[in-house]
């Protein structure tokens, strides 16, 4: 089943996906002439006062403020991604592969401005906060309900199981070497994720407010220092992840192409740029105009992959532990032991990814509810999709790692597919909202957006002011 899995894997990412998702994103680079460079002063602006919540007649409904929106999206990136995807990326696909994943954060950044620039835009009312995503978007800008249910399954299957299950089982791998079964952390997860999903949106925000800023600064602190330590080898270490990725330096056997590939899976699995889940994040956000949100969600593909993944990769190839066989999470405890002791090092791991895939856990939940709410108003899916949810958490424990990445890379390309084709169809609005943001912030006062802007589509979007 393995070998099938794979098969698939292959075709849709050799063929398929990095073409499209390289190609939307240089596309949305040319047409937002940059938002992504241009704005980058903006994004820290609006990252200082996003604990604030606009009072103004359109956001008033929601409890959720910009920053806690940010928060949750950020934990959803923020996991196995950043510490094991990336040390599997550089185990199969060479150094070079660093260099792919900047190139997909870099680029592709412009994707995650427009798709949740779009989630804003067409949001809507929930019972306690707004609700939003691919799949709203797609039914009320492109008028396809067939095609907003599918991104709805694919979504839940995606995050809320799969995913899920890949968190659980890097949390598992990082803690049995200090002699805690799988099925005990399959356990714990399992009460811990019910302790905290059963609260919503709302509970979830305020669990990823805290624990993210915090780990990630203590995990980037550490890879400062490591690198400090090992400042001499830098240079090297910039040349060999340059070298491997144009394949002028054969490394680890896999040539350019295998770099290219591992670096925008990985890549993409981490920052979630254009896959179609942070929109369902941002949506919740009570901001005055869309692109605010927007610019927050492409810094969060900063942080994510130009900060966190890059802090990893410099720790396994400063190390040079990573030609020795092994892979994933094993990977990055290895390098860690052999930068600041065996005991130290595994254990600050074991710590940071536990915080930072169990929020993700929580994040991705909360993904497939907001697509589940989307299907259907009845409240019996939301609870059956909380049992599913946790079932996979205790599942993704106990099971093989091969076995769950091969999964969640087809489930991840579908959706993904589903995804990048709406955006590009809708991309048109997103930039509007651009244009009025623009304009507004030339004229110096605090942009905010009114239905009136785009006539076409003012009566489906009716969560903001007229």
Request: proline share 3%; glycine share 8%.
């Amino acid at each position: 089943m393995l070998d099938i899995i794979n098969n698939i894997n292959d075709f849709l990412w050799t063929y398929i996906m990095i073409a499209l998702l390289i190609g939307a994103a240089v596309w949305f680079t040319i047409a937002t002439r940059g938002v992504q460079f241009r704005y980058f002063g903006e994004m820290w602006r609006l990252l200082a006062r996003s604990g604030e919540r606009h009072d103004g007649d359109s956001t008033h409904h929601s409890r959720v403020s910009s920053f806690q929106a940010f928060a949750v999206s950020v934990a959803s990136r923020v996991g196995t991604g950043n510490l094991a995807g990336v040390a599997t990326a550089i185990a199969l696909g060479g150094p070079g592969s660093v260099f792919w994943m900047w190139v997909i954060a870099l680029l592709g950044s412009a994707n995650a401005f427009v798709e949740s620039t779009l989630a804003q835009l067409f949001k809507v009312k929930g019972s306690h906060s707004f609700r939003g995503g691919p799949a709203y978007y797609i039914f009320k800008g492109i008028g396809s309900r067939a095609w907003a249910v599918t991104f709805a399954v694919l979504i839940i299957i995606t995050f809320s199981l799969a995913f899920n299950s890949v968190q659980s089982n890097t949390i598992a791998i990082a803690v049995e070497p200090y002699g805690i079964s799988p099925l005990i952390t399959g356990i714990v997860l399992s009460v811990l994720t019910v302790a905290c999903i059963w609260g919503g949106i709302r509970t979830i925000s305020r669990v990823s407010e805290i624990v993210v800023p915090v780990m990630a600064i203590l995990y980037v602190i550490l890879a400062v220092v490591i690198v400090i330590l090992n400042l001499h080898h830098f240079p090297a270490v910039i040349a060999m992840i340059v070298e491997n990725a144009f394949g002028f330096e054969s490394v680890m056997g896999g040539g350019v192409g295998m770099a290219v590939m591992m670096g925008v899976k990985r890549g993409l699995f981490s920052n979630e740029a254009g896959e179609g889940s942070t929109p369902n994040a941002a949506a919740t956000a009570a901001v005055s105009h869309p692109v605010k949100q927007g610019l927050l969600q492409t810094f969060g593909v900063f942080v994510d992959t130009l900060l966190i993944c890059t802090c990893t990769a410099f720790i396994i190839l400063c190390s040079g532990v990573f030609a020795d066989g092994s892979t994933g999470i094993a990977l990055t405890q290895r390098a860690l032991d052999s930068e600041i002791g065996s005991e130290l090092g595994s254990l600050f791991v074991a710590i940071a990814i536990f915080f930072f895939a169990f929020s993700s856990i929580i994040a991705n939940y909360y993904y497939g509810e907001a697509n589940i709410q989307f299907i259907t108003s009845r409240h019996w899916p939301v609870t059956l999709l909380k049992i599913a949810s946790t079932a996979m958490v205790m599942v993704g424990a106990l099971v093989s790692l091969d076995l769950v990445w091969a999964l969640a890379d087809v489930t991840m390309a579908l959706m993904t597919l589903c995804n990048v084709a709406a955006i590009l169809v809708l991309g048109r609005y997103a930039l509007a909202c651009l244009a009025d943001y623009a304009v507004q912030r030339r004229q110096g006062i605090d942009p905010v957006y009114r239905r009136s802007t785009i006539p076409r589509i003012a009566r489906m979007t009716d969560c903001w002011p007229l």
